[in-house]
């Protein structure tokens, strides 16, 4: 492939960029060969010409593809470089927040510097048996490949954990020791793997300090090994460490601070336990402040030595041991504040007298205060012939106590090493061990010295064994693949390591020099520079004699030589040293004990790992030289790297993403920088060089299909098709090779077959965009014709109307111009004419106006005159009158004023008040009335006004008459005169009368009118009376319905949580079962490993260790045996220990003694009724000597059935007592003892007070009976004695003649009488005794009685007033309360009374009617015996339903029901045979009243199907088969119980089957418990069938062909953890076993609820286990996979349907999958996106759908991705949810199981027993 077939022009590059390390760019211009220049342009549209030099043929780096950034694996990427790894992990860490990314072998992991909801138990568990590669990177991910490589490989391993300062080593190291403690967590209760992750805690505070790079940065290097057994549990641990910074103890630069130790220990100082440490703060030391401050943010030193001591004590570490670790810390810092003065002389120093300092060492560590103080300012020079003590200056004695500081914390650094390897150690054989290598990075600082020289040496020994490594396994892989190879060229750094370690290196030149007297650092330089000049990874540095360079695999490092001999040498003068070993306390003398001693010591205690070394050790030197610093790092190395050796490695390279500690921020140049330092480059640089993109053939095929034509297509033979492919597409046969399985490529044919994909694909995009906007072209000029010619015909239509109209409104207004014209001058015409008339008009009457005017002036005139003269008089009368009425007014006001004063002072008047408001209605009713009245009062006045009128009418005409007959008559003048005064009168009296009537008229008619209104205002005040009554009315109504609402809301809620907290209590009981269930499991296992040990060769059977061979049942058993003593249930306890008890041992000891009297009464009353028995018997064999021998056998029998029926129940009681105490304390032992304590007490004391209660009844029955006995006893003895003397009296009467036997017998019979007299009497005495006895009792109990009441009462007398009331009251309802309990206990105890009288009148009445029967046989006539046998025919009786078996046959029946059964042998009967089977044999033991064999039988049957489904504890059939049985048994229980609640759906037949004698209740709730533990069993192993499937199906299978495409993989999906051999699952496998499972629980008859929540709780793992791996996967977070995923669920829904089991709620489980499927599928752009993702989104957590979209990834490069912006606006609008921060779903959870009541319709007498069951002992009954 040519260079200009590569650099076209659209491709992007990358080039050199200053800042940015590397910058892209993209290709403007094609590139030619012989180009000098390269047009490019940057990402921000800047045009650059990039020059090309021709010499070195250096091009800029191609870019990958889109579709390849953002890989898991940096081994996928196409083009393997520098600025291509740089760029993909930059993008994982801040678009994705990945902190974890794979290169090949390697786990790169960047620092975020922020906590991270990654690293959670539920994580764990979802990477712990997962292939390396199948998720996401993560340090779990490494950790299980180790693991699981050390279970199948048998092989050890070891995790290597490298980085800078601050890059996160410690945290992934103690990250992996977590995994490996949970997955791999001790068998036995020792807690190793406690231990282990608690060693943690304590390393930190001695070996880690604040650098300037880091706030915890590890001062050493570790290695910890954790060993395995067989069964790959942890067992022990080792830890080895690495050049300890002793140097930091004495000395930190600036803004850096000593190790944590010394800081905590400070900030404790106030505890009182460390008062004689002599401490104070921090700041107050020189070994604490050099480096300025003493605090770190964020860090709190006291919080810190609180776990630091939790987890010494966690190791075993006593509080004693630790305070003298902490003596000698704090000793270390009082050294350092010694101050020493130098004297006259220069030569000499001193410390002063009263240094507190110096005496607080010597305390602390127990040595002579004097010698110390000599020997710190002198020293021993010791040659040939004499010892000389020589004085030291200043700054020697200063060194000198320097470096006993650091001696003293190395050592005892040291020692607290050896006690953690002491606590990890273990004396189990160690099987394989898993190694974490903690140790420090390649370091370069501005000044290097000795500490960077030793770290430096052994990781230029680490990258060789990498190197080696990665070349190891690629030389693996091709021989695998059988490809041709060549040696690839790689940088082998053993020069530069040659140059360190070999003879006459750098650490030898070293050790000479120390041996030197007069050896000196610069001297030592010179012999290097001498030495070493020539050598290639050596230099001389210009401007320096004092240093030298070594050149590295990471980079050039200068080396300063001051301090290289001191640090070398670590001299510590040896009187110091002596001084100290003579320590008082044995921790300080053991710290410094000869090294020899030491040495041997720790080779005795050394864990068993035999490592056997690839080189010969190095001899030891000499014992006179002390090994140096150097000798022993390297000793220490190469035993390191021996070890690492012989295990398999793994790499985990720590990346510092910034020095500035700032959450996800990214710096190229330090990652770049570290990238080079670590490894990971040279990693790029092997794989690269070989063959580093690899395909199988299937997925070779299903990516480049599309590049392939027709013809060349062999479907077949896929390696061939993709042979011809390449051999068209790649001329260069060179740049891939075929294997047997995979075509390997060189670096960049993947981009370039990815670069002729997308060129194919954007050729057939551009042919589809051209066939398809053609034809909408073409279909956009049709419709516009089409439109142009309609609006042609339209407009043109319009046009023709438009003249059309014209012509038409031109004629029109022509003749409407004639017709106005003519109108017109017509109006004018008509206009002047009339003008004409109205001037004429107007001066005609202008003429005739002016002559009336002057006639009217004169008539005004004189009328003026008459009004004014009338005026004045009117005027002057008006006056006059309106004086008269204004004084009428005046006395008229102040009587009205006087007369309302009146009214007033009444309307105030309450008796006024009540008559206005009594009886509105009688008030209305009344003015009515009245009104009434007045109208008829106006009728009579109207009528009598008329009269009078007409009276007066008729007088007027009389008069008239009269006057006019006078005129004729007399006509003389004063007669008329006089008539007509009269006649005036007539007139005035006739007006006066109208006045009053008109009076009267307007008074009543405004009386009326006033009654009216007041009837109109009561009518109102009633209607607004009415209508607030209504408004009252509607308002309660409203009230009332919303309260009712409210009611039915808060009892709908009150349910809805009742229900809610019914199914988390179900759930916690069924937890609690199953917890239960998985005990009792462990507890077998260690029962069968113990009995394996036992049977071991060489050990001995301890009594203590003895296995039980008692029932493994946890409910009351029941057994003939007597139940003992509680001394078991005491052993139980101490064995779970006193505070797991949850008991309170005074209550125990009070329970265990009143069982022990209960005992002791029980065994009395048992022997006084066998005493009785045997007296009974033998009186009834002498009384019924006539009676026949069956009726004797019946009524014993009869009694002594009633004596076992007592003693059963008392056993009974006794059993559930006991076993009650067991549950109790094997529950407290399971459980964490919480405040539930005191409901288990309540529960305790109610069912101890229930047992006695029972047991009190049971007492007094069996005294009733044994008194009834004896009464019998002794009436039939006095009736036999009386018969006995009568006959003898009579005897004697007849025949006088007596011998000396008859005398005998009289005299036995007077003695047997007198006897029972005696007896007689000695019961009433006794009786009068106990009646004296109670009554003294009554009168002690009555003087305590009043002797508190005298208290009580003189108490009551010296409180207050208020007191004493209140006291009073308390008392009086104290009393009242006990008198109510004993009211309630009395009449508790006469009910009782009451039952047990009816059952002795049962008991009575069944007697009478036997004594009545068989006295009926006794007076039947004795038939003659007859000579001859007579065969009696039995007749044929009906079956009851009831199968009877022998006791015997109990263990034959259970094996044979229930052990040895198959479910193919009842396969073809009834559903629940075995169950309807055990049913039957118990109705008939219910049936004969035989409780034990009752007892008996369910017992068995519990235990063996306990042992069945134990044996068969993987197999689906059988568990779901017994599930079956078990259910139908309890559903037998249930429906023949006789409770009518279960007897609803029962028939007259069933009926009659019912239990007539027992209450099995309490085992109805056992085999409820033991069905829940099956249902349990039953779901975990369908699990386990499906879990394997469920990935592969969902996931990875294709279901829709051709929907998803391959992308590149890495290294890591062919990882070693990989099996051979496909092992994917479809959706039509997975499909099928739910057919499987669901045929057969069908088949065995199981109730379809039961069904339908196992499919619910299946469904639900098939979400959770899917969800998951989407969530820790990258590759599948695509468009098509979540096609994918909607297509299987539609399919497993319509799988559903198809099964009808669509109402198991097992969709709804599914609807986080369900939703996270959409939300790959949906558009991830704008804002409404986001609105709509959080809408859609509601079963998925916020973490959820970041995660999802963070892992999105596009299949191809026409896809986008989701930005970052988009994300954080997502977050943005889920903000507001409260939801619990866990990101993985909890794929162990279980829904609670109910088992509905299902009765079955089947008779019992209709059920047919096969004959293949062998069980022929049962008798039909």
Known sequence: MSVSELYTKYTKVWIPDPEDVWKSAEIIKDYK?????????????????????????????????????????????????????????????????????YCGIVLVAINPYEQLPIYG?????????????????????????????????????????????????????KYAMRYFATVGGSASETNVEEKVLASSPIMEAIGNAKTTRNDNSSR???????????????????????????????????????????????????????????????????????????LIDGVNDAEDFERTWDAFALLGVKDAHQMNIYRVIASILHLGNVEIISERDVDTCGIAKKDEHLKYFCNLLGVEHDQMEHWLCHRKLVTTSETYVKTMAKQQAINARNALAKHIYAQLFNWIVDQINKALYTTNKQHSFIGVLDIYGFETFEINSFEQFCINYANEKLQQQFNLHVFKLEQEEYMKEQIPWTLIDFSDNQPCIDLIEAKLGILDLLDEECRMPKGTDQSWAQKLYDRHSNSIHFQKPRMSNMAFVVIHFADKVEYQCDGFLEKNRDTVY???????????????????????????????????INVRPLKPAMKTPNKEHKKTVGHQFRNSLHLLMETLNATTPHYVRCIKPNDGKFAFSFDPARAVQQLRACGVLETIRISAAGYPSRWTYHEFFNRYRVLMRKK??????????????????????????????????????VAYLEKLRADKFRAACMMIQKTVRGWLQRTKYRRMKKAAITIQRYVRGYQARRLADYLRKTKAAIILQKQCRMLAARREYLKIRNAAITIQAYTRGRFVRQVYRELLLQHKATIIQKNLRGWMARKRFCRIRSAVIYLQCCYRRMKARRELKTLKIEARSVEHYKKLTSGMENKVVQLQRKVDDQNKEYKALTEQMTAVTMAQATEIDKLHKELERCREQQGEENRASSLQEEVEELRKELEKSQKERKILVDTSTREKAELQQRVLDLEKENTLLKHEKEELNQRIKSESKDVAEKFSEKIAKENAQSKKELDEERSRYQNLLKEYSRLEQRYDNLREEMTFIKQTPGHRRNPSNQSSLESDSNYPSISTSDIGDTEDTMQLVEETGLENAAMDMTLFLKLQKRVRELEQERKSLRAELEQKEALEAKKMANEYNSIPDNEQAAEMAYESLKRHELESENKKLKNELNELRKAIAEKSAMEHPTNESEDVYS?????????????????????????????????????????????????????ENTDKDDAIEAYNGICETNRLLEAQLQSQIKQHEEEVERLQAQIEAMKEEMEKQQQVLTQTLQMSPDARIEYNIQQEIT???????????????????????????????????????????????????????????????????????????????IRNLITDLKPQAVSATVPGLPAYILFMCLRHADYINDDQKVQSLLTGTINGIKKVLKKHNDDFEMTSFWLSNSCRLLHCLKQYSGDEDFMKQNNPRQNEHSLKNFDLTEYRQVLSDLSIQIYQQMVKVAEGLLQPMIVSAMLENESIQGLSSVKPMGYRKRSSSRVDGDDSYTLDAMLRQLNMLNHTMCEHGLDPEIIQQVFRQLFYVINAVTLNNLLLRKDVCSWSTGMQIRYNISQLEEWLRGKNLQQSGAVKTMEPLIQAAQLLQVKKKTTDDAAAICS????LSTQQIVKILNLYTPVNEFEERVTVSFIRNIQSCLQDRNEPPQLLMDFKHTFPVMFPFNPSALNLDTIHIPANLNLTFLIRV
Request: proline residues 2%; glycine residues 4%.
């Open 1736 to 1739: 859609m989104c509601k079963a």
């Open 1243 to 1295: 529960v305790l004391l109610h069912q101890l007070k229930a047992a006695n209660e029972e047991l009190e009844v049971r007492k007094e029955e069996v005294l009733m009976l044994r008194t009834q006995i004896v009464k019998a006893a002794q009436q039939k003895e006095e009736a036999k004695s009386m018969d006995n003397m009568t006959e003898k009296y009579e005897w004697k009467r007849s025949d």
């Open 712 to 749: 060349n297509i062999i479907l077949n033979d896929k390696k061939e098709t993709c042979r011809r492919l390449l051999d068209n597409v790649i001329k260069d046969p060179d740049k891939f090779q075929f294997g047997k399985t995979k075509i390997f490529f060189r670096a960049g044919q």
């Open 220 to 294: 050493f290097g570790k290695y910890i090994q954790i060993g395995f057994d067989r069964r790959y549990y942890i067992i022990g641990a080792n830890m080895r460490t690495y050049l300890l910074e002793k140097s930091r103890v004495v000395f930190q630069a600036e803004d850096e601070r000593n190790y944590h130790i010394f800081y905590q220990l400070c900030a404790s100082a106030n505890r009182p336990e460390f008062k004689e440490l002599y401490l104070s703060s921090a700041e107050n030391y020189f070994y604490t402040t050099q480096g300025g401050n003493t």
């Open 33 to 101: 060969d012989g180009d000098a220049i390269l047009h490019l342009k940057l990402e921000d549209e800047t045009p650059l010409e990039h020059p090309v030099n021709f010499k070195g043929n250096q091009l800029p780096f191609l870019r990958n593809p889109d579709i390849l950034v953002g890989e898991n694996d940096l081994t996928a990427l196409s083009y393997l470089h520098e600025p291509a790894v740089l760029h993909n992990l930059k993008v994982r860490f801040l678009e994705s927040n990945a902190i974890y990314t």
């Open 121 to 173: 138990e539920d994580v764990i568990q979802a990477y712990s048996g997962q292939n390396m590669g199948d998720m996401d990177p993560h340090i779990f991910a490494v950790a299980e490949e180790a693991y699981k490589q050390m279970a199948r490989d048998e092989k050890n391993q070891s995790i290597i954990v490298s980085g800078e300062s601050g890059a996160g080593k410690t945290v992934s190291a």
């Open 574 to 608: 040896e009187e110091q040293i002596n001084i100290l070993k003579a320590s008082k306390y044995q921790l300080v003398a053991d710290l410094f004990q000869d090294e020899d001693s030491s040495a041997s010591t720790v080779k005795g205690k050394t864990s068993k």
């Open 1375 to 1453: 009393r009242l309360t006990n008198e109510n309990l004993d009211l309630k206990e009395l009449v508790e105890k006469q009910e009782k009374n009451e039952k047990k009288l009816k059952k002795q009148l049962k008991i009575h009445m069944k007697k009478v009617q036997e004594l009545e029967a068989r006295s009926t046989v006794q007076k039947e006539p004795r038939r003659e015996q007859l000579t001859r046998q007579v065969t009696v025919q039995r007749k044929e009786k009906e079956f009851q339903g009831m199968l009877e078996y022998c006791k015997e046959d109990e263990p034959l029946l």
